[in-house]
């Protein structure tokens, strides 16, 4: 399973960079919003070290106006993947943009038959929002097994990209269900090394370490 950073947090992204856990990062307007920065300038940083697929979101609401705002984006650097909303005008532009030989992430993506579109439309990616859709009480889980099926069924090739990961366990079940990528926020990311027996069994063999007055180096 490929991980993808939520964040425009660029010294977040180093650091999980740094350990190879970045295989690409997703952007939207709220994470824009929350960085302080201006859109093109640091994506243009996150695309400087960060070699995998990078979304950047547009945000026209009509075909011609995204695909002006794709352009644009897609000049930052040849690793983004320009994001579109799962709307009709937002097939239009994913059309345009996978027939030009971009990569495409389709967001915003809330039911199966709206995967279908995306993937007939040429995206690369399918974003699938979990977490929102759990979020009123339905089961995002059970929409990334349904898109899985459909994909398998008919060998799409666009990738699952699990999105609006919320939770460690959300992590594991888009996992077992077979989500090619994942994104999560970088928080969500560090807490997958946490288990309470880790911790326990470390305090134990730092107490009897101390016991045999011993020293490795
Ligand atoms: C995905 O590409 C989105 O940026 C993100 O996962 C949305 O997550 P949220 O629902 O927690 O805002």
Request: glycine share 6%.
């Amino acid at each position: 399973m490929k991980f993808f950073v939520d964040t425009a947090d660029v010294a977040a992204i180093r650091d999980l960079h740094a350990l190879g856990m970045v295989d690409g990062v997703t952007t939207n307007p709220s994470l824009i919003l929350k960085s302080g920065r201006d859109i093109i300038e640091v994506t243009k940083e996150i695309c400087s070290f960060v070699e995998g697929p990078v979304s950047a979101e547009v945000v026209a609401l009509e075909a011609d106006a995204m695909i002006a705002e794709g352009k644009k984006l897609a000049e930052i650097a040849p690793n983004i993947a320009i994001k579109l909303p799962l709307t009709w005008d937002g097939l239009k532009a994913c059309k345009y943009f996978s027939d030009a030989g971009l990569m495409v992430n389709v967001t915003l993506c809330f039911s199966a038959n709206q995967a279908l579109l995306a993937a007939k439309a040429g995206a690369t990616f399918i974003s699938p929002f979990i977490g929102r859709l759990d979020d009123i009480n339905l089961d995002g889980m059970d929409l990334i097994g349904d898109i899985r099926t459909i994909y398998d069924n008919y060998g799409f090739a666009t990738e699952i990209l699990a999105a609006s990961i919320r939770t460690v366990n959300h992590v594991t079940q888009a996992a077992l269900v077979g989500a090619d990528v994942m994104t999560a926020p970088p928080e969500v990311i560090r807490k997958l090394a946490s288990h309470p027996l880790t911790d326990a069994g470390l305090a134990q063999f730092m107490k009897d370490w101390e016991k045999t007055g011993q020293k490795i180096v």
